[in-house]
């Protein structure tokens, strides 16, 4: 039987070889987002490009691929999983080994030796003149990238400081902000200092990016003072005053906010936000659990679905929970720990989708390395995760048209960290 690291390698080499854009070694980002698009296309299952760069190895990392990424790699490969996959390999493995060739005279022996000699030397020739053409750059042995948020204000600079880096002029040097892959600055590599503004609150990992290879990286935390509402705009949000969303100790966002600033979601798809980016305290991905009460109020025009996105911050990612409309959930994405994402076109999420008439309770419990997620009390979806310990930065509301917060409890098995009632 062949071990599982072979089986991974030989499944990224077939992928490769199908997806028909060479040797893997010289992919962009943009190569991994076409690949991301087709595997979604062929399969129905939406890989982040992290995770695939860090198949491919473009990012350090230490953890072995999760079995719905491996699922998603074999079904690509037109296996029905992974299991399938690796039988089929070791079935190919273990069959007999095919009869000794006819012996080929010593004179026509001496040719094909004579030809393969040459062509060694051509291949080497070809070899050395490519691997001079696309010499890789000279980077410091510990490479140094450290960030310092300037004010506790948002919007927000940051400053960072990283180590001058020898690299060609047909090399890029960036500074990516977060996950979001459009979210990159160039900066010059003979630098050693940049700046960057951050427009909404959070817990990003900033990257420092050489070409597509992450050399650094540094979290940036970006706290809010309180609950902060906001109307999504790209790339600057409209910032509301704490009276236009937060009355009568209740968060909502409605019509006339809206109104205010010449915005109605009839005509114009509209999402509005409500952040509270803050430590918790001792309240960890292992062992919490999040209940909440939640209503999308619009019902008219361009929102027909009155999408909700529920997102739980963690060191280094997000837990996203979806809510829609029933009729809606095809469209859904649910995301748990380390960018792990379920779509609706190939996953039952129909436990999400609601008749949006009232306040809708949703739950989250992490425990025994288990996400389960109940809406109005009746379980909607139970999925088992890597383990993973990571601190809670905060929790962010995201409503398509307008929306409201009733309440919020986040706690874990021993006390309760953090109420809103």
Not at 89 to 95: G, H, M, Q, S
Not at 224 to 240: D, F, R, V
Not at 323 to 344: T, Y
């Given at each position: 039987m062949l071990a599982i690291e072979n089986h991974i390698t030989a499944c990224l080499r077939a992928v490769e070889k199908k997806f ?106 070809y070899y050395f003149k490519s691997s001079a053409a696309t010499e890789k750059p000279v980077l410091p042995a510990n490479i140094l ?277």
């Amino acid at each position: 039987m062949l071990a599982i690291e072979n089986h991974i390698t030989a499944c990224l080499r077939a992928v490769e070889k199908k997806f028909k854009k060479g040797d893997s070694i010289h992919w962009s980002t943009h190569d991994f987002e076409q690949l991301a698009n087709a595997i979604h296309i062929k399969t129905g299952v939406l890989l982040s490009v992290s995770t695939l760069k860090r198949l491919w190895g473009k990012v350090k990392h230490s953890n072995k691929p999760n079995r719905s990424t491996l699922d998603a790699l074999a079904k690509y490969l037109e296996h029905e999983d992974w299991t399938i996959y690796v039988n089929t390999r070791n079935v190919v493995e273990n069959e007999p080994i095919a009869a000794p060739r006819a012996t080929i005279p010593i004179a026509k022996k001496l040719l094909l030796a004579a030809a393969a000699v040459g062509v060694v030397l051509l291949l080497t020739f070809y070899y050395f003149k490519s691997s001079a053409a696309t010499e890789k750059p000279v980077l410091p042995a510990n490479i140094l990238f450290e960030s310092n948020v300037v004010s506790d204000e948002i919007p927000n600079s940051v400053v960072f400081k990283f180590s001058p880096l020898a690299v060609g002029e047909d090399t890029k040097v960036e500074i990516q902000q977060d996950w979001d892959l459009r979210k990159r600055t160039p900066i010059d590599g003979t630098d050693s200092i940049a700046t960057s503004i951050y427009y909404r609150p959070g817990y990003f990992k900033a990257k420092l990016v050489v070409g597509d290879s992450i050399v650094g990286e540094d979290d940036v935390y970006i706290p809010t003072k309180g609950w902060m509402g906001l109307i999504e705009q790209n790339p600057k949000p409209i910032y509301l005053k704490t009276e236009e969303f937060y009355n009568n100790n209740i968060l909502a966002i409605d019509t006339l906010a809206l109104a205010g600033y010449g915005l109605d979601p009839a005509h114009k798809e509209t999402w509005v936000s409500f952040y509270n980016i803050r430590e918790f305290g001792e309240l960890y991905t292992d062992d919490f659990t999040m209940e909440t009460s939640i209503r999308n109020t619009w019902k008219e025009g361009a929102s027909p679905c009155q999408n909700i996105r529920l997102g739980i911050l963690y060191d280094g990612g997000a837990v996203v929970i979806p809510l829609s409309r029933k009729g809606c959930i095809s469209d859904l994405g649910l995301m748990s720990f380390n960018d792990v994402m379920l779509s609706g076109k190939n996953h039952d999420l129909s436990g999400f989708g609601t008749n949006t008439e009232g306040f809708q309770t949703v739950k989250c419990e992490s425990k025994n390395n288990t996400l389960v997620f109940y809406v109005n009390d009746i379980l909607a979806l139970s999925i088992p995760t890597e383990k993973i310990s990571k601190k809670i930065m905060g929790i962010v509301y995201h409503f398509e048209g307008t929306g409201t917060v009733k309440n919020l409890t986040l706690s874990n098995s021993n006390e309760v960290f953090f109420k809103y009632e």
